[in-house]
């Protein structure tokens, strides 16, 4: 059974930081596009931020783009997710996710697409006040 093991959640005002962690086994680590996911409540699941073991095929969500960053740890396994200049409708759930990589349009990349991740991790709440 695959395990995603996040840490790193909590409370914060806006405008600040928060730092996620995932972390798999090797053999997902090396073969999966992996990262982050979040739900709202009343909203649908969506994609964060995701990207391969060496930095590549990243995917940032339009809504997080220059506030959000993923990045890779290979010796730990562990993927992280910087949140910095947090806002209130950051607020959700985050999960971890580790799934295949899809090849589109002549390239490999790693989908935004919720049914193309395998695994979840149990989710981390991300709590940002005004």
């Known amino acids: 059974q695959v395990q995603l093991v996040e840490s790193g959640g909590g409370s914060v005002q806006a405008g600040g930081s928060l730092r996620l962690s995932c972390t798999a086994s090797?053999?997902?680590?090396?073969?999966?596009?992996m990262g982050w996911f979040r739900q709202a409540p009343g909203k649908e699941r969506e994609a964060v931020a995701v990207?391969?073991?060496?930095?590549?095929?990243?995917y940032y969500a339009d809504s997080v783009k220059g506030r959000f960053t993923i990045s890779q740890h290979n010796a730990k396994n562990t993927v992280y997710l910087q949140m910095n200049s947090l806002k209130p409708e950051d607020t959700a759930m985050y999960y971890c996710?580790?799934?295949?990589?899809?090849?589109?349009?002549?390239?490999?990349?790693?989908?935004?697409?919720?049914?193309?991740?395998?695994?979840w991790g149990q989710g981390t709440q991300v709590t940002v006040s005004s």
């Open positions: 996710v580790a799934g295949a990589r899809w090849f589109d349009g002549g390239r490999w990349s790693c989908p935004s697409v919720t049914s193309m991740y395998n695994y």
């Open positions: 090797v053999v997902v680590y090396s073969t999966s596009c």
């Open positions: 990207g391969w073991s060496d930095g590549t095929m990243t």
